[in-house]
């Protein structure tokens, strides 16, 4: 049976490979073929020092790196997120001795072998395109980068070679001291992992915020360039992103698989599975604001005009989208939660209506605030009546201070479904239980009002004091409710009696749809930002030091972007779909058919039948 | 069909829009429509959310509206109120859309850029004048002569200010000058409205540009007089 299933893994493996090496080079061989009319001309003046080429029969150069870099970056998310739980469940599996872990941990892996491949295939056609049409930037980077270029195809070696054995060889070193290696093998995967993430993110920040140095030898002006104000914060950002990311998509994953499960015991799995993708990229999402607000301070403090370009000029429109779309995730990310409670625990309805309706209530109330434009859109008509876009009143919701302080007060309530979610359908039996609850209750009151004190009061103190000080506390102090909550509840539920157990596989079709939605939702953010990213250089390929000469050196417009962000998320999800398709066809073929075609709630009678 | 469970999320839905649209004008400026739509449209995701959390809620919440508009078993009243509905709901869409693509005399919705970025040789900027009681009163002086008749004290509502959109910048409010660096006020305020950036579109912002008028030295002064008498700090790093 273990054999049977390694080998089902393995040719998937293996025919998705080499199927996308093909298809990649036959889209490689079409791309440099087809516009033959291009290529002459450009041959006719080609000198020595050629700065840009282009294919404008295929939609210009830049858009044409739009698309593979944006995709590549995807898959590079997703394949350096997925590890990081893998491991983590994996360990999980192993101390606890819960099979169920180990066999999500693999399943996760499995996800994660057959888009290393296409990660790494479409890294590839990124890095010819950019060499083939940017070569005088190219050259430059590669002058100072040189000794970096270098050390990112060993990691990447390294890295391969790790996860062949890590995957190939998760049956066989299951049991004793083969297991405690294998772990060891799941911790040098994310280790390497992260240097490839880092190394890379050095060359993209430098073009943001270079540093330059003159003088030195070769590895010395590659470190002064690497170790550039940005690049921390992204590398920080970035890989708490990419754990979000690689959580919502193995949660849509499980959604799809859910929606489609023809056996209880699938329902079951699929159910939890979805559960454990959500739970992750919640617990990403939650430091994710902090660690963006710190990037964007960098960058304000780094360059002034790239701040405001980006906070408060041109591209500040993009931060209500973000909003948007931010909002959609933490509502998503709640509504399964609650979702979870109504279904997966008999009775819990009723008891739990008025707390979520409480928490949804709140949760509107931020974003609404969090999506007011300092500057609103309006008619000259509502102009006039307004004396400007400037509303006397919701305009001070426009703003850093009121923004971080319903972040905060999102992240605190989504934090808080997660905690009524784990206390649900249990009983405290512990003599202290009461008097824990008061002081639950009584440091998370005292936690809002605080977070919302600072943020009003950060209008009326010099903004260095609100940046450096009151930021900072509000976050301290959330993280500060989330240190202490977690452990009390945990301690509590250990003495606590199980009154209603929870039912796996009981959830409604919407449940399958939310996670699907939270996914598109991450990856829209990460096409959206990575817009802002690029954008923020204005007309820079390397800010201040190398000007973009080409004609293609204009912002695009927000809508002309979004177009492009929508297509970059619908080649994405396609491209996963397919992945996953191609990965999970064994499973499929082993499951045989004739099973009972019981679609998770597809039909309205059995859903309402399980809401009681 | 229509329970008590259909009264009150109509009810909510129909009072916001009334206390947004007629209430909040009572006592602060009126909302763009803009607004008004996206506060509903969270209102109603909201409803759509806790109506769905069961599978009971989201029957006795939907399940009557489905069944209106499928028409199941339906005579009489009923059938004729369906049939209103189906064709006028088309309709409702039709015009809408037609409102909102036909051309019409009013300029298109702005979203103009208040802080645009400031060119580079103004970003690194700092301030070379001391910080003494003498020039923040001389700076005073300054922007009372020149400035005050669109600004007025320091609050926007100079007299001259009403004829101006956008108006004169309120330097009290806390999201003007208090989220700026000196060296933006000295770029606004030596290029004023036509040295806005390409960014700042459309320039017709009626902020004079005062290089001509004024030395550096001056608009140092005044920017000093204007955090001074606004109560404002200047955004630093340090």
């Known amino acids: 049976m273990r054999n049977h299933e390694a080998l089902q893994g393995q040719d998937p493996g293996r025919l998705n490979l080499w199927g996308l090496s093909v298809v990649g080079l036959a889209l490689l061989a079409g791309l440099l073929g087809v516009p033959v009319a291009g290529w002459a001309e450009d041959a006719a003046s080609a000198s020595a020092a050629v700065s840009y080429r282009d294919i404008p029969q295929l939609g210009g150069s830049r858009n044409i790196i739009w698309v593979v870099a944006q995709l590549h970056l995807l898959l590079a998310g997703f394949v350096l997120g997925v590890p990081i739980f893998a491991w983590l469940c994996e360990i999980v599996g192993w101390k606890t001795g819960e099979k169920r872990y180990d066999k999500l941990a693999k399943e996760f892996t499995k996800l994660l072998t057959s888009s290393y491949a296409t990660t790494a295939l479409f890294g590839g056609i990124l890095l010819f395109l950019l060499i083939s049409f940017y070569p005088k930037l190219m050259t430059y980077l590669t002058d100072i980068f040189f000794p970096s270029f270098i050390a990112y195809c060993g990691l990447f070696l390294l890295e391969t070679a790790t996860l062949y054995l890590y995957w190939y060889g998760w049956d066989v070193m299951q049991e004793g001291r083969a297991k405690v290696f294998h772990l060891f093998l799941g911790f040098l995967l994310n280790f390497f992992a992260f240097f490839i993430m880092v190394i890379p993110n050095s060359w993209a920040t430098f073009q943001a915020s270079p540093v330059v140095i003159a003088e030195g030898s070769n590895v010395a002006r590659a470190w002064a360039a690497t170790w550039n104000p940005t690049w921390w914060p992204v590398n920080i950002h970035r890989l708490i992103a990419n754990v979000v990311l690689g959580g919502y998509i193995c949660g849509a994953y499980a959604g799809v698989r859910y929606l489609s499960a023809k056996s209880a015991e699938e329902r079951e799995h699929y159910d939890w599975m979805g ?6 990229g919640v617990f990403g999402l939650l430091p994710l604001p902090f660690a963006g607000y710190w990037l964007m301070r960098e960058i304000y403090q780094y360059n002034q005009q790239m701040g405001i370009t980006l906070m408060g000029g041109f591209l500040s429109w993009l931060f209500i989208l973000q909003a948007m779309l931010i909002g959609v995730l933490f509502l998503g990310s709640n509504y399964y ?12 309805e009723a008891k739990y209506k008025k707390p979520i309706m409480a928490m949804l209530v709140i949760l509107l109330l931020c974003l609404g605030v969090w999506m007011t434009p300092h500057s609103l859109v309006a008619s000259l008509e509502e102009a006039r009546k307004l ?5 006397p009143l919701l305009g001070v919701f426009g703003v850093m201070s009121a923004k971080m302080t319903v972040a905060n007060l999102m992240i605190l309530v989504t934090f808080m479904s997660f905690i009524m979610y784990w206390r649900a359908g249990k009983e405290e039996t512990a003599t202290w239980a009461k008097l824990a609850r008061a002081v639950m209750s009584g440091v998370l009151g005292v936690a809002a009002i605080v977070v919302i004190v600072l943020g009003v009061w950060g209008y009326f103190v010099p903004a260095i004091v609100r940046i450096n000080y009151f930021s900072v506390a509000q976050v301290l102090i959330v993280i500060f409710v989330m240190l202490t909550i977690t452990p009390l509840t945990a301690l509590l539920l250990r003495s606590a009696r199980t009154t209603t157990e929870m039912i796996w596989g009981r959830m409604p079709p919407r449940a399958g749809y939310a996670l699907v939605l939270n996914a598109v939702m991450v990856i829209l953010l990460m096409t959206l930002m990575g817009y802002a990213r690029s954008s923020s250089r204005v007309h820079w390929h390397i800010y201040g030091v190398m000007r973009d000469n080409s004609e293609y050196a204009y912002s695009p417009a927000l809508g002309y972007a979004a177009a492009f962000m929508s297509l970059n998320t619908f080649l994405f999800c396609m491209l996963v779909a397919f992945i996953f398709w191609v990965a999970t066809m064994g499973d499929k073929a082993k499951a045989g058919h004739g099973a009972m075609p019981a679609m998770a709630g597809g039909s309205p009678e059995l859903d309402r039948s399980k809401a009681h | 069909m229509k329970g008590g469970i259909h009264l009150k999320p109509a009810l909510l839905m129909v009072g916001l829009y009334i206390f947004f649209k007629f209430g909040m004008p009572l006592f602060t400026a009126p ?6 739509m996206l506060y509903l449209m969270l209102t109603f995701s909201g409803i759509m959310i806790f109506m769905t959390l069961s599978g009971t809620s989201m029957e006795s919440f939907l399940g009557p509206i489905f069944r209106f508009i499928s028409g199941d078993g339906q005579d009489g009243t009923m059938k004729m109120a369906r049939l209103a509905v189906l064709a006028l709901f088309p309709l409702l869409v039709g015009w809408q859309t037609y409102t909102s693509t036909a051309s019409s005399t009013a300029p298109p919705a702005e979203n103009r850029t208040v802080h645009p970025a400031p ?6 900027m700092s301030n070379p004048v001391p910080n003494t009681p003498e020039n923040v009163m001389q700076g005073k002086g300054l ?4 400035c005050s008749p669109c ?10 200010s009403r004829g101006f959109n956008p108006p004169p910048a309120n330097f009290k409010d806390p999201t003007t000058i208090a989220m700026l660096q000196e060296s933006y006020l000295f770029w606004r305020i030596k290029k004023g409205g036509v040295g806005l950036s390409v960014e700042g579109m459309p320039w017709k912002s009626a902020m004079p540009r005062w290089e001509f008028e004024l030395k550096d030295e001056q608009i140092w002064k005044i920017i000093m007089g204007e955090y001074d008498g606004a109560g404002q700090k200047p955004r630093t790093w340090e």
């Not at chain 1, 004396?387 to 509303?391: A, N, R």
């Not at chain 2, 060119?119 to 690194?124: C, D, K, L, R």
């Open chain 1, 275 to 280: 559960y454990v993708g959500n739970f992750i």
């Open chain 1, 337 to 348: 939660f609650w979702l979870g409670i109504t279904h997966r625990i008999p009775g819990a």
């Open chain 1, 387 to 391: 004396g400007g876009t400037h509303h």
């Open chain 2, 31 to 36: 909302l763009p429509a803009s607004l008004i």
């Open chain 2, 119 to 124: 060119p580079g040789e103004f970003a690194a």
């Open chain 2, 143 to 146: 922007y009372a002569a020149y």
């Open chain 2, 151 to 160: 600004h007025g004290l320091f609050d926007g509502k100079g007299p001259a």
